[in-house]
Protein backbone atom coordinates (compact mmCIF):
# COMPACT_ATOMS: atom_id res chain seq x y z
CA UNK A 1 0.00 0.00 0.00
CA UNK A 2 2.71 2.15 0.66
CA UNK A 3 4.68 1.46 -2.57
CA UNK A 4 1.19 2.60 -4.01
CA UNK A 5 0.49 5.93 -2.47
CA UNK A 6 4.18 6.77 -3.75
CA UNK A 7 2.81 6.36 -7.04
CA UNK A 8 2.11 9.99 -9.14
CA UNK A 9 -1.04 11.23 -9.98
CA UNK A 10 -2.77 11.06 -13.12
CA UNK A 11 -1.88 14.00 -15.28
CA UNK A 12 -2.12 14.47 -18.91
CA UNK A 13 1.43 14.31 -19.76
CA UNK A 14 1.57 10.86 -17.78
CA UNK A 15 -1.51 9.52 -20.44
CA UNK A 16 0.29 10.95 -23.78
CA UNK A 17 3.79 9.28 -22.12
CA UNK A 18 2.12 5.74 -21.89
CA UNK A 19 0.20 5.78 -24.97
CA UNK A 20 3.87 6.60 -26.82
CA UNK A 21 5.68 4.02 -24.85
CA UNK A 22 3.04 1.61 -25.61
CA UNK A 23 3.22 2.28 -29.22
CA UNK A 24 6.77 2.27 -29.30
CA UNK A 25 7.02 -1.15 -27.96
CA UNK A 26 4.31 -2.41 -30.12
CA UNK A 27 6.39 -0.37 -33.33
CA UNK A 28 9.74 -1.03 -32.81
CA UNK A 29 10.68 -4.56 -33.01
CA UNK A 30 8.85 -4.60 -36.35
CA UNK A 31 11.10 -1.55 -37.54
CA UNK A 32 14.58 -3.20 -36.05
CA UNK A 33 12.89 -6.40 -38.24
CA UNK A 34 12.91 -4.39 -41.17
CA UNK A 35 16.24 -2.69 -41.33
CA UNK A 36 17.99 -5.47 -40.79
CA UNK A 37 16.44 -7.17 -43.45
CA UNK A 38 16.87 -3.86 -45.26
CA UNK A 39 20.84 -4.30 -44.49
CA UNK A 40 20.84 -7.93 -45.49
CA UNK A 41 19.26 -6.92 -48.68
CA UNK A 42 22.06 -4.36 -49.50
CA UNK A 43 24.81 -6.66 -48.62
CA UNK A 44 23.28 -9.80 -49.97
CA UNK A 45 21.37 -9.47 -52.57
CA UNK A 46 22.95 -9.13 -56.02
CA UNK A 47 22.29 -6.23 -57.62
CA UNK A 48 19.26 -6.29 -60.50
CA UNK A 49 18.29 -9.79 -59.30
CA UNK A 50 15.00 -9.00 -58.62
CA UNK A 51 14.78 -6.76 -62.14
CA UNK A 52 15.66 -10.05 -63.41
CA UNK A 53 13.31 -12.02 -61.87
CA UNK A 54 10.23 -9.91 -62.60
CA UNK A 55 8.81 -9.98 -66.12
CA UNK A 56 10.34 -7.41 -68.72
CA UNK A 57 6.67 -5.95 -69.21
CA UNK A 58 6.38 -3.22 -66.24
CA UNK A 59 2.56 -3.72 -66.36
CA UNK A 60 3.11 -7.12 -65.28
CA UNK A 61 5.62 -6.85 -62.84
CA UNK A 62 3.62 -4.07 -61.72
CA UNK A 63 0.78 -7.18 -61.56
CA UNK A 64 3.19 -9.09 -59.72
CA UNK A 65 5.05 -7.10 -57.31
CA UNK A 66 1.29 -6.49 -55.67
CA UNK A 67 1.76 -10.31 -54.33
CA UNK A 68 5.42 -9.97 -52.68
CA UNK A 69 3.72 -9.35 -49.47
CA UNK A 70 2.86 -13.04 -49.49
CA UNK A 71 7.19 -13.96 -50.03
CA UNK A 72 8.00 -11.47 -47.42
CA UNK A 73 5.53 -10.11 -45.34
CA UNK A 74 6.53 -7.22 -43.19
CA UNK A 75 3.69 -5.05 -41.87
CA UNK A 76 3.72 -0.84 -42.68
CA UNK A 77 6.54 -0.21 -39.99
CA UNK A 78 9.27 -2.68 -41.45
CA UNK A 79 8.43 -1.85 -45.79
CA UNK A 80 9.92 1.75 -45.80
CA UNK A 81 13.45 0.87 -45.22
CA UNK A 82 13.19 -2.86 -46.91
CA UNK A 83 11.79 -0.67 -50.10
CA UNK A 84 14.44 2.16 -50.29
CA UNK A 85 17.18 -0.55 -50.05
CA UNK A 86 15.09 -2.67 -52.87
CA UNK A 87 14.97 0.28 -55.26
CA UNK A 88 18.73 0.98 -54.83
CA UNK A 89 18.91 -2.86 -56.09
CA UNK A 90 16.93 -2.06 -59.29
CA UNK A 91 13.63 -3.13 -58.59
CA UNK A 92 11.72 -0.57 -60.37
CA UNK A 93 9.90 2.22 -59.10
CA UNK A 94 6.61 1.17 -59.92
CA UNK A 95 7.17 -2.76 -58.41
CA UNK A 96 8.57 -1.33 -55.16
CA UNK A 97 5.74 1.36 -54.60
CA UNK A 98 3.39 -1.40 -55.34
CA UNK A 99 4.92 -3.73 -53.21
CA UNK A 100 5.62 -0.66 -50.10
CA UNK A 101 1.60 -0.27 -50.41
CA UNK A 102 0.34 -3.70 -50.62
CA UNK A 103 2.23 -5.88 -48.34
CA UNK A 104 1.23 -4.76 -44.98
CA UNK A 105 -2.21 -5.45 -46.46
CA UNK A 106 -1.49 -8.93 -48.72
CA UNK A 107 0.52 -11.48 -45.95
CA UNK A 108 -0.61 -14.17 -44.18
CA UNK A 109 -0.52 -12.92 -40.83
CA UNK A 110 -2.61 -9.94 -41.34
CA UNK A 111 -5.28 -12.59 -43.03
CA UNK A 112 -5.46 -14.58 -40.12
CA UNK A 113 -5.64 -11.80 -38.09
CA UNK A 114 -8.80 -10.22 -40.28
CA UNK A 115 -10.34 -13.46 -39.95
CA UNK A 116 -10.56 -14.00 -36.68
CA UNK A 117 -11.38 -10.28 -35.65
CA UNK A 118 -14.48 -10.84 -37.77
CA UNK A 119 -15.31 -14.40 -36.46
CA UNK A 120 -15.08 -15.64 -39.48
CA UNK A 121 -13.14 -18.71 -39.21
CA UNK A 122 -13.10 -20.31 -35.61
CA UNK A 123 -9.98 -22.61 -34.95
CA UNK A 124 -9.52 -24.42 -38.15
CA UNK A 125 -13.40 -24.56 -39.07
CA UNK A 126 -15.54 -21.56 -40.60
CA UNK A 127 -17.87 -19.90 -38.16
CA UNK A 128 -21.72 -19.31 -38.97
CA UNK A 129 -21.44 -16.78 -41.60
CA UNK A 130 -19.72 -19.49 -43.73
CA UNK A 131 -17.92 -16.99 -45.23
CA UNK A 132 -14.73 -14.42 -44.91
CA UNK A 133 -16.71 -11.32 -46.52
CA UNK A 134 -14.26 -8.67 -44.68
CA UNK A 135 -10.87 -10.69 -45.17
CA UNK A 136 -11.55 -11.19 -49.01
CA UNK A 137 -12.44 -7.72 -49.36
CA UNK A 138 -9.21 -6.33 -47.71
CA UNK A 139 -6.58 -8.34 -49.61
CA UNK A 140 -8.33 -7.49 -52.89
CA UNK A 141 -8.98 -4.02 -52.37
CA UNK A 142 -6.01 -3.43 -51.00
CA UNK A 143 -4.28 -5.25 -53.91
CA UNK A 144 -6.40 -3.33 -56.56
CA UNK A 145 -4.77 0.23 -54.45
CA UNK A 146 -1.53 -0.70 -54.41
CA UNK A 147 -1.76 -1.62 -57.98
CA UNK A 148 -3.56 1.31 -59.58
CA UNK A 149 -0.83 3.41 -57.85
CA UNK A 150 1.76 1.44 -58.98
CA UNK A 151 0.85 1.77 -62.41
CA UNK A 152 0.34 5.57 -62.11
CA UNK A 153 4.10 6.02 -61.12
CA UNK A 154 5.23 3.77 -63.95
CA UNK A 155 4.56 7.55 -65.70
CA UNK A 156 7.56 8.99 -63.70
CA UNK A 157 11.00 8.44 -63.14
CA UNK A 158 13.13 7.91 -59.91
CA UNK A 159 14.29 11.76 -59.78
CA UNK A 160 10.63 12.65 -60.30
CA UNK A 161 9.12 10.70 -56.91
CA UNK A 162 12.79 9.92 -54.94
CA UNK A 163 14.34 12.03 -52.60
CA UNK A 164 17.66 13.71 -54.30
CA UNK A 165 19.89 11.28 -52.15
CA UNK A 166 18.23 8.08 -53.26
CA UNK A 167 17.56 9.18 -56.86
CA UNK A 168 21.44 9.89 -57.01
CA UNK A 169 22.64 6.64 -55.59
CA UNK A 170 20.14 5.14 -57.63
CA UNK A 171 22.00 6.66 -60.99
CA UNK A 172 25.27 5.88 -59.75
CA UNK A 173 24.64 2.23 -59.85
CA UNK A 174 23.17 2.17 -63.16
CA UNK A 175 26.36 4.13 -64.43
CA UNK A 176 28.44 1.37 -62.89
CA UNK A 177 26.24 -1.13 -64.49
CA UNK A 178 26.39 0.83 -67.90
CA UNK A 179 30.26 0.28 -67.35
CA UNK A 180 32.19 -2.30 -68.54
CA UNK A 181 35.35 -1.61 -66.87
CA UNK A 182 34.17 -1.25 -63.61
CA UNK A 183 34.62 -4.52 -61.26
CA UNK A 184 33.77 -4.63 -57.37
CA UNK A 185 36.48 -6.30 -55.70
CA UNK A 186 35.34 -9.27 -54.01
CA UNK A 187 33.64 -9.29 -50.76
CA UNK A 188 33.71 -12.22 -47.69
CA UNK A 189 30.73 -12.91 -45.81
CA UNK A 190 32.49 -11.49 -42.99
CA UNK A 191 32.58 -8.29 -44.39
CA UNK A 192 29.12 -8.35 -46.20
CA UNK A 193 28.07 -8.82 -42.66
CA UNK A 194 29.67 -6.25 -41.37
CA UNK A 195 27.77 -4.13 -43.92
CA UNK A 196 24.52 -5.30 -43.59
CA UNK A 197 24.95 -4.17 -39.60
CA UNK A 198 26.39 -0.98 -40.45
CA UNK A 199 23.16 -0.18 -43.07
CA UNK A 200 20.96 -1.35 -40.88
CA UNK A 201 21.86 0.76 -38.33
CA UNK A 202 21.76 4.10 -40.26
CA UNK A 203 17.96 2.75 -41.48
CA UNK A 204 16.89 1.98 -37.96
CA UNK A 205 18.22 5.55 -36.74
CA UNK A 206 16.72 7.11 -39.94
CA UNK A 207 13.70 5.57 -39.95
CA UNK A 208 13.01 5.48 -36.08
CA UNK A 209 13.33 9.55 -35.68
CA UNK A 210 10.51 9.74 -38.01
CA UNK A 211 8.38 7.06 -36.15
CA UNK A 212 8.71 8.97 -33.27
CA UNK A 213 7.93 11.66 -34.74
CA UNK A 214 4.54 10.29 -36.04
CA UNK A 215 3.95 8.32 -32.43
CA UNK A 216 4.25 11.15 -30.69
CA UNK A 217 1.39 13.08 -32.64
CA UNK A 218 -0.92 9.69 -32.25
CA UNK A 219 -0.32 9.32 -28.23
CA UNK A 220 -1.61 13.22 -27.73
CA UNK A 221 -5.11 12.62 -30.18
CA UNK A 222 -5.42 8.88 -28.67
CA UNK A 223 -5.12 10.66 -24.86
CA UNK A 224 -6.47 13.92 -25.34
CA UNK A 225 -9.55 13.35 -27.75
CA UNK A 226 -13.04 12.02 -26.99
CA UNK A 227 -13.32 9.33 -29.14
CA UNK A 228 -16.93 9.28 -28.11
CA UNK A 229 -17.67 11.74 -30.90
CA UNK A 230 -16.84 9.38 -33.81
CA UNK A 231 -20.63 7.52 -32.92
CA UNK A 232 -21.65 10.88 -33.38
CA UNK A 233 -20.94 10.64 -37.44
CA UNK A 234 -21.12 6.63 -37.77
CA UNK A 235 -24.95 6.70 -39.18
CA UNK A 236 -23.90 8.87 -41.94
CA UNK A 237 -22.52 7.02 -44.81
CA UNK A 238 -21.20 10.66 -46.38
CA UNK A 239 -19.26 10.71 -43.02
CA UNK A 240 -18.56 7.78 -41.57
CA UNK A 241 -16.28 6.50 -44.16
CA UNK A 242 -14.10 9.15 -44.46
CA UNK A 243 -14.13 9.41 -40.58
CA UNK A 244 -12.99 5.95 -39.98
CA UNK A 245 -10.35 6.79 -42.75
CA UNK A 246 -9.37 10.11 -40.76
CA UNK A 247 -9.24 7.97 -37.19
CA UNK A 248 -7.22 5.71 -39.17
CA UNK A 249 -4.56 8.04 -39.68
CA UNK A 250 -4.13 8.81 -36.31
CA UNK A 251 -4.21 5.87 -34.22
CA UNK A 252 -1.48 4.53 -36.30
CA UNK A 253 -2.08 0.97 -35.48
CA UNK A 254 -0.16 -2.14 -36.90
CA UNK A 255 -1.67 -3.84 -39.58
CA UNK A 256 -1.42 -7.30 -37.89
CA UNK A 257 -3.69 -5.51 -35.35
CA UNK A 258 -6.24 -3.00 -36.85
CA UNK A 259 -8.97 -5.49 -37.26
CA UNK A 260 -9.21 -5.84 -33.98
CA UNK A 261 -10.12 -2.57 -33.43
CA UNK A 262 -12.10 -2.25 -36.17
CA UNK A 263 -14.49 -5.44 -35.65
CA UNK A 264 -16.10 -3.94 -32.68
CA UNK A 265 -17.42 -0.71 -34.29
CA UNK A 266 -21.07 -1.86 -34.43
CA UNK A 267 -22.12 1.53 -35.15
CA UNK A 268 -20.34 1.93 -38.22
CA UNK A 269 -21.15 0.26 -42.18
CA UNK A 270 -19.03 -2.75 -43.47
CA UNK A 271 -17.87 -0.48 -46.23
CA UNK A 272 -16.35 2.08 -43.63
CA UNK A 273 -14.82 -0.68 -41.89
CA UNK A 274 -13.20 -1.67 -45.03
CA UNK A 275 -12.41 1.58 -45.96
CA UNK A 276 -10.38 1.84 -42.40
CA UNK A 277 -8.39 -1.61 -42.43
CA UNK A 278 -7.02 -0.56 -46.52
CA UNK A 279 -6.47 3.01 -45.74
CA UNK A 280 -4.30 2.75 -42.32
CA UNK A 281 -2.15 0.43 -43.70
CA UNK A 282 -1.05 2.48 -46.35
CA UNK A 283 -1.30 5.64 -44.50
CA UNK A 284 -0.93 7.51 -41.11
CA UNK A 285 0.86 9.49 -39.38
CA UNK A 286 3.74 7.24 -38.47
CA UNK A 287 3.49 6.44 -42.24
CA UNK A 288 3.73 10.34 -43.68
CA UNK A 289 6.55 10.52 -41.62
CA UNK A 290 8.42 7.73 -42.84
CA UNK A 291 7.75 7.65 -46.26
CA UNK A 292 9.44 11.20 -46.22
CA UNK A 293 12.47 9.86 -45.36
CA UNK A 294 12.22 8.15 -49.25
CA UNK A 295 9.81 10.40 -51.48
CA UNK A 296 9.82 13.86 -52.26
CA UNK A 297 7.20 15.89 -50.03
CA UNK A 298 4.98 16.39 -53.31
CA UNK A 299 4.73 13.00 -53.59
CA UNK A 300 3.97 12.02 -49.71
CA UNK A 301 1.32 15.07 -50.19
CA UNK A 302 0.07 12.99 -53.69
CA UNK A 303 0.02 9.69 -51.61
CA UNK A 304 -1.99 11.47 -48.92
CA UNK A 305 -4.47 12.68 -51.02
CA UNK A 306 -4.79 10.50 -53.66
CA UNK A 307 -4.85 7.24 -51.40
CA UNK A 308 -8.08 8.89 -49.11
CA UNK A 309 -10.33 9.56 -52.51
CA UNK A 310 -9.81 6.70 -54.11
CA UNK A 311 -10.51 4.37 -51.24
CA UNK A 312 -12.94 6.35 -49.79
CA UNK A 313 -15.03 5.91 -53.69
CA UNK A 314 -13.95 2.41 -53.49
CA UNK A 315 -14.44 0.70 -50.62
CA UNK A 316 -18.61 0.77 -50.76
CA UNK A 317 -18.79 -0.60 -54.32
CA UNK A 318 -16.02 -3.19 -53.46
CA UNK A 319 -17.67 -4.28 -50.27
CA UNK A 320 -21.01 -4.62 -51.98
CA UNK A 321 -19.69 -6.65 -54.84
CA UNK A 322 -17.82 -9.04 -52.59
CA UNK A 323 -20.44 -9.71 -50.61
CA UNK A 324 -22.81 -10.04 -53.46
CA UNK A 325 -20.26 -12.47 -54.61
CA UNK A 326 -20.11 -14.33 -51.21
CA UNK A 327 -21.52 -17.96 -51.25
CA UNK A 328 -24.01 -18.46 -48.41
CA UNK A 329 -24.13 -21.89 -46.35
Same mark, same amino acid.
Given at each position: ?9 ? !? ?31 ? *? ?21 ? *?????? &? ?27 ? !???? +?? &?????STLTAFKEFQGLSWATAGNATMTIARLSL ?58 ? +? ?6 ? +? ?31 ? &? !?? +? ?5 ? !? ?25 ? *?? &? ?25 ? *? ?21
Amino acid at each position: MIFLADLPAP !SRMGDILMAFLSIVFEGAPYILIGTIFSGVIDA *FLPAKLLDRVLPKNKILATLMAG *FLGLVF &PVCECAVVPVIRRLVQKGLPLSCAVTYML !SAPI +MN &PIVAISTLTAFKEFQGLSWATAGNATMTIARLSLGYLVAVIVGLIVLRFKPGQVLRASIANKIAQAEAADADDHVHAPAVSFNGKLVHAMRSS +MRDFLDTA +MYFAIGVVITSAFNTQINQSLLNAVAGNDWLAV &P !SL +MGLAIVL !SLCSTSDAFIAAPMTAFSMAAKLAFLV *FG &PMMDIKLLFMYSSVFQRKVVVSFLIGL *FILIGLLSGPWMSLVQHLSIKP
